[in-house]
């Protein structure tokens, strides 16, 4: 496959590697310094862009790419406010586009695992639940993408819980799931779910111990969704 990297830093490096390993090109690696190389472009010859750049360029670049009708794996996390954009140039560009706050298969079992507790979780209201998550000290986004998706599984689950707030915030309820974002070098990324009451604590973690995980997972999936179209997730993919 001929393969776009939007975005060359800590996950674009290790994506092309791996591409290139598994017989796949590298059509242009773009970081903010070299946008202009977009407009020298065959476009008609990308088979897919794999997007892990920053919050604030996800939407510029994935749109850019959506437009001219290539298919788009993005991995940035922290700009999901602008999605439903995202969703409806997708349908409009007749393309198709695949985000996921996590590659990772591992993490995404911990997705399920996760799901399956709170609905186990439901009626024992002697329990509160937390969240925390730990990364290398250049993450620019807090919480993660991962800690907002386990989040969404926990108030999917259990009924009393409705939102999620970060655990400095002054208006955490009993209705909250308060999330710690600590940053400690280098990990990769780890998430931890507690459950605690007087008489006992229940936890479940996720730690990663490298980006390959989420590298694999991004090339894997752009091998996947060539000739697929619309809006595509990791449940798609794992036949979750
Ligand atoms: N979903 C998942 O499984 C995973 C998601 N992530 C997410 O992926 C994103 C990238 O992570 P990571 O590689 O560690 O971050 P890095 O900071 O190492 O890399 C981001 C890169 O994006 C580049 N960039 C900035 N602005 C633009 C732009 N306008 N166009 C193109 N490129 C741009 C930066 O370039 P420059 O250096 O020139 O500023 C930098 O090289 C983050 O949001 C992170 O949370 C990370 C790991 C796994
Ligand atoms: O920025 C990172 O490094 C990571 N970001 C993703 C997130 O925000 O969840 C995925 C992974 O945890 C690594």
Redesign the pocket.
């Known amino acids: 496959m001929n393969i776009l990297l ?9 994506i092309g590697e791996l591409a290139e390993s598994r017989g796949h090109h590298i059509a242009a690696k ?4 070299n ?1 202009q190389e977009l407009e020298n472009l065959d476009k008609d010859s990308i088979d897919v862009a794999i ?8 939407f ?2 994935i749109s850019w790419a959506i437009k001219k009708g290539i298919p788009v794996v ?6 999901l406010d602008r999605i439903p954009e995202v969703e409806k140039l997708t349908q409009d560009n007749d393309t198709a586009f695949f ?6 298969v591992g ?1 995404n079992i911990f997705f399920k695992v996760n799901k399956f507790l709170a609905g186990l979780m439901q009626d024992q209201k002697d329990y509160s639940v937390s969240l925390e998550e730990i ?2 000290t ?4 807090a919480p ?3 800690a907002i998706t386990l989040a969404e599984g926990i108030i999917d689950g259990i009924p009393r819980v409705q939102n999620w707030k970060m655990s400095d915030d002054s208006d955490i309820t009993e209705q909250s799931v308060p999330i710690t974002s600590k940053r400690i070098d280098p990990a ?2 780890t998430h931890i779910i507690r459950y605690q009451s007087e008489i006992d604590d229940i936890e479940i973690s996720h730690t990663a111990h490298s ?1 390959k ?3 694999l ?2 090339v894997l999936v752009s091998e996947w969704i060539k000739n697929k179209k619309g809006i595509l997730t990791m449940d798609d993919f794992l036949s979750f």
């Open positions: 939007l975005g060359y830093g800590k996950m674009g490096k290790i773009i970081n903010i310094d946008r997007e892990f750049s920053q919050p604030d360029a996800a510029e670049n993005s991995g940035t996390t922290g700009w985000y996921a706050s996590n590659f990772s993490v990364h290398h250049e993450k620019k986004d993660s993408g991962t990769p990324g980006r995980g989420f590298a997972g991004a």
